[in-house]
């Protein structure tokens, strides 16, 4: 099933930085995708389901050129990628071995992937960038996927930059980087994210005016009073 377009349009306009707190809230400390860095920071926000993809140490048997014809394989793995996944990709933190290259997300992107977020690297990185697919890994190396990697299989739970994501997780991310937000989550987070958007944007025009800190950020009843009255207005 494919995420509504309200959902996504409501996590477009909030800040994995403001993600990450309201899932605090919720118990979810370990939400950030570490080492998925922007590959070109843009300012874009992307929003949209896991599609997992999972590698393991490579084994000389299996990670072989010849593999990449197999029927598990990226090739493979990419031909199943619906329309507007963002595909996340458990490369173990490996930096040497370059997990896509600009042919692979060439084709992502003909298939309207939104986005590729891996705690690897890619390759190709002037073709990749080329193709114009968002990419959030730890940078590039030259090296092909099967130097220092065998790929396993996709649609599975995975591990990725540390955290548990899991097919039909709704990814959000941006140039502070990646986030995952379980699929049970995602309605109550995205409407909570944009009423905090709106709290946040009232306070920062409080700051402007000089107000101090304390009893505003967190506001008070007092400040929660104020900031009732200004949406009232809006």
């Given at each position: ?24 809230k ?20 992307v ?25 598990t ?37 003909k298939r ?52 548990a ?14 986030i ?13 994210g ?17 107000s ?23």
């Amino acid at each position: 099933m494919t995420l509504r377009i309200d959902i996504i349009e409501r996590l477009s306009s909030v800040t994995t930085a403001t993600l990450t707190t309201l899932l605090l809230k919720k118990g979810l400390r370990n939400v950030w995708i570490r080492g998925a860095r922007p590959l070109r920071p843009t300012g874009r926000r992307v929003v949209g389901k896991a599609f997992t993809l999972r590698f393991v140490p490579a084994r000389e048997d299996l990670a072989t050129p010849e593999s990449w014809s197999s029927p598990t394989s990226t090739r493979a793995a990419i031909e199943a990628m619906p329309e507007g996944c963002i595909a996340v990709v458990d490369a173990m933190g490996i930096t040497d071995a370059g997990i896509f290259g600009d042919i692979l997300c060439a084709r992502m992107r003909k298939r309207d992937v939104t986005a590729l977020i891996t705690d690897g690297v890619v390759r190709d990185v002037a073709g990749v960038l080329g193709t114009g697919l968002p990419v959030w890994s730890q940078g590039t190396a030259a090296p092909p996927s099967v130097s220092g990697l065998t790929f396993v299989n996709w649609q599975q739970p995975i591990g990725c930059g540390g955290v548990a994501v899991f097919p039909g997780d709704v990814i959000v991310a941006d140039d502070d980087g990646a986030i995952v937000v379980p699929a049970a989550l995602v309605e109550e987070i995205a409407e909570a994210g944009v009423e905090q958007e709106q709290l946040e944007g009232w306070i920062m025009e409080e700051v402007d005016r000089g107000s101090p800190l304390i009893g505003l950020y967190p506001p008070n009843e007092q400040s929660r009073q104020r900031y009732e009255a200004w949406r009232r207005t809006r």
